[in-house]
């Protein structure tokens, strides 16, 4: 019984760390990549969009728990983008919460660019969700003054409660960034307040012993900030807040077949 | 009991990957940068370059009036307009990524040497 135990545990620790990194490797030619990518920033540059909501999905799609379309969510913005060269071109520059690959209980906010964005993308599909014009302006006038550097709380949880200030995921603070564009503020209490108030998260639909268990082997991996049953933010239900209160301009997923689906 | 035991602790574990956060940093990732710069030697269209900085492009109404102001930019403020814009945004054609990292770098110039 012991040796069962013994191995199990070290089953576990092995699929807990391969499940906390993104893979290595792109499953998708390079070339690939760069087509979708360039055909993501058209795609919202024929919209007008000069900051949008946009979601990858970095698993297998039949790996993702119920509910869930989208494993990462992030603020795409137009802008000029000076470059090693010395010249200037524009294009989407997306702004994200990171976990930290070697301290998974942690993270940090890094820009990138759509062929980074996508490259550990494991299905070549976006979501897309363009705010109202009046929510895209607040929302570049918080990152061109660097104001939402301050919404960000390093201490990560995959399965963050969007409602306290406990941890934080990509979509929360995506969500955060939102709150503190509309409602012109950088008072986190205040942002809670709202979350609580008008935002309906998605309901996490995975056992609780499961996710215990899975607290117990990585940092990034944590029920403790909830009460109850586990609810997160996510990228559709970030699209579905903005629809309810009519700010939603326009919202997609866009597939690399140019098809595309509404939320 | 042993078979139960297996059995659940297996399912837990193939949980894990459906839990396992996406919101990692790719950027870093040392084979990308490599693969980006083969994709441009063999392909005359594709053109690679890493980014310094990026400044929002900032809207007022309908009308784009400015690029933002970063602390630590050392890009030029353009000023364009466009009344009542209906046209695409204009979209470079060229493969912008962010710097690969430091370890990756002087990996290179090492072996340069």
Redesign the interface.
């Given at each position: 019984m012991r040796v069962i135990v013994a191995v199990l545990m070290m089953l576990i620790t092995a699929g807990a760390q391969a499940g906390s990194q993104a893979p290595s490797k792109s499953v998708f030619q390079p070339e690939q990549i760069i087509d979708f990518a360039k055909q993501v920033e058209r795609y919202a540059a024929a919209h007008q969009a000069h900051a949008f909501i946009i979601g990858r999905v970095g698993r297998p799609q039949n790996d993702l728990p119920k509910g869930i379309q989208f494993t990462h969510t992030a603020v795409a913005v137009y802008s000029a983008i000076s470059l090693d060269d010395g010249t200037t071109e524009y294009g989407y520059a997306i702004h994200n919460l990171y976990q930290r690959a070697d301290d998974p209980g942690r993270s940090d906010i890094i820009v990138d660019y759509p062929v980074d964005f996508f490259w550990g993308a494991q299905t070549l599909k976006a979501g897309i969700v363009i705010p109202a014009p009046a929510v895209q302006q607040r929302l570049i006038a918080l990152i061109s003054e660097q104001k939402h550097l301050s919404l960000h709380n390093p201490r990560y949880s995959v399965v963050a409660n969007p409602f306290n200030s406990e941890r934080q995921n990509c979509t929360e603070f995506t969500l955060d960034m939102l709150q503190a564009a509309m409602y012109q503020t950088e008072e986190i209490q205040r942002i809670k307040a709202n979350n609580v108030a008008y935002f309906k998260p998605q309901r996490v639909h995975i056992s609780p012993l499961k996710l215990a268990v899975g607290s117990m082997v990585t940092d990034g991996l944590t029920t403790s900030d909830h009460k109850g049953r586990v609810h997160t933010a996510t990228f559709t239900t970030i699209g579905h807040y903005l629809a309810q209160f009519n700010l939603s301009q326009h919202a997609v997923v866009l597939y690399a077949n140019g098809r595309t689906q509404a939320i | 009991m042993?078979k139960l035991?297996?059995a659940l602790?297996?399912?837990?574990?193939?949980?894990?990957?459906?839990?396992?956060?996406?919101?990692?940093?790719?950027?870093?990732?040392a084979?990308?940068h490599s693969?980006?710069a083969s994709?441009e030697g063999a392909?005359s269209t594709?053109s690679v370059?890493?980014?310094?900085?990026?400044?929002?492009?900032?809207?007022?109404g309908?009308s784009v009036v400015a690029?933002?102001d970063?602390?630590h930019?050392?890009?030029?403020a353009?000023h364009a307009k466009h009344q009542q814009?209906?046209r695409?945004?204009?979209?470079?054609?060229?493969?912008?990524?962010?710097?690969p990292p430091p370890s990756e770098v002087v990996v290179e110039q090492t072996v340069k040497h």
């Amino acid at each position: 019984m012991r040796v069962i135990v013994a191995v199990l545990m070290m089953l576990i620790t092995a699929g807990a760390q391969a499940g906390s990194q993104a893979p290595s490797k792109s499953v998708f030619q390079p070339e690939q990549i760069i087509d979708f990518a360039k055909q993501v920033e058209r795609y919202a540059a024929a919209h007008q969009a000069h900051a949008f909501i946009i979601g990858r999905v970095g698993r297998p799609q039949n790996d993702l728990p119920k509910g869930i379309q989208f494993t990462h969510t992030a603020v795409a913005v137009y802008s000029a983008i000076s470059l090693d060269d010395g010249t200037t071109e524009y294009g989407y520059a997306i702004h994200n919460l990171y976990q930290r690959a070697d301290d998974p209980g942690r993270s940090d906010i890094i820009v990138d660019y759509p062929v980074d964005f996508f490259w550990g993308a494991q299905t070549l599909k976006a979501g897309i969700v363009i705010p109202a014009p009046a929510v895209q302006q607040r929302l570049i006038a918080l990152i061109s003054e660097q104001k939402h550097l301050s919404l960000h709380n390093p201490r990560y949880s995959v399965v963050a409660n969007p409602f306290n200030s406990e941890r934080q995921n990509c979509t929360e603070f995506t969500l955060d960034m939102l709150q503190a564009a509309m409602y012109q503020t950088e008072e986190i209490q205040r942002i809670k307040a709202n979350n609580v108030a008008y935002f309906k998260p998605q309901r996490v639909h995975i056992s609780p012993l499961k996710l215990a268990v899975g607290s117990m082997v990585t940092d990034g991996l944590t029920t403790s900030d909830h009460k109850g049953r586990v609810h997160t933010a996510t990228f559709t239900t970030i699209g579905h807040y903005l629809a309810q209160f009519n700010l939603s301009q326009h919202a997609v997923v866009l597939y690399a077949n140019g098809r595309t689906q509404a939320i | 009991m042993n078979k139960l035991v297996i059995a659940l602790l297996t399912s837990i574990v193939v949980s894990q990957g459906a839990m396992a956060a996406d919101s990692v940093d790719h950027s870093g990732q040392a084979s990308k940068h490599s693969v980006l710069a083969s994709v441009e030697g063999a392909a005359s269209t594709v053109s690679v370059a890493s980014a310094v900085v990026a400044a929002p492009v900032i809207i007022t109404g309908m009308s784009v009036v400015a690029v933002a102001d970063s602390t630590h930019q050392s890009v030029k403020a353009l000023h364009a307009k466009h009344q009542q814009n209906t046209r695409p945004l204009t979209i470079t054609t060229r493969v912008i990524t962010r710097d690969p990292p430091p370890s990756e770098v002087v990996v290179e110039q090492t072996v340069k040497h």
